[in-house]
């Protein structure tokens, strides 16, 4: 079964950084895309980076863009996702996950798997 354990979120302030881990296991073929999704109160749940494990291609939502870094350590099949310059609006429930397949996707509905949410609060 695939697994994906993610870990630290927490409280900082705006202007300050987090690093968010996902660790994978399990995945029954080589190819997939993984990475984050976030969820803030009465909002729905949106892709923020992801990166695919065939090419290394990532995406980006254009609202982190230049602050989030997404890079996966393909020794320890854990994703990382950097973030810098956090702001307020960055407050969310953040989830690690991944779907199947060479190409990279950032599409909700297109994963296969998810994690566990970790809460990032981001004060002002």
């Known amino acids: 079964d695939v697994q994906l354990q993610a870990s630290g979120g927490g409280l900082v302030q705006a202007g300050g950084s987090l690093r968010l881990s996902c660790a994978a296991s399990g995945f029954p073929y080589p190819d997939y895309s993984i990475g984050w999704f976030r969820q803030a109160p009465g909002k729905e749940r949106e892709g923020v980076s992801l990166?695919?494990?065939?090419?290394?291609?990532?995406y980006y939502a254009d609202s982190v863009k230049g602050r989030f870094t997404i890079s996966y350590d393909n020794a320890k099949n854990t994703v990382y996702l950097q973030m810098n310059s956090l702001k307020p609006e960055d407050t969310a429930v953040y989830y690690c996950a991944a779907a199947l397949g060479a190409v990279l996707t950032s599409y909700k509905h297109a994963m296969d798997y998810w994690g566990k949410g970790t809460l990032v609060t981001v004060s002002s």
């Open positions: 990166i695919a494990s065939s090419d290394s291609s990532t």
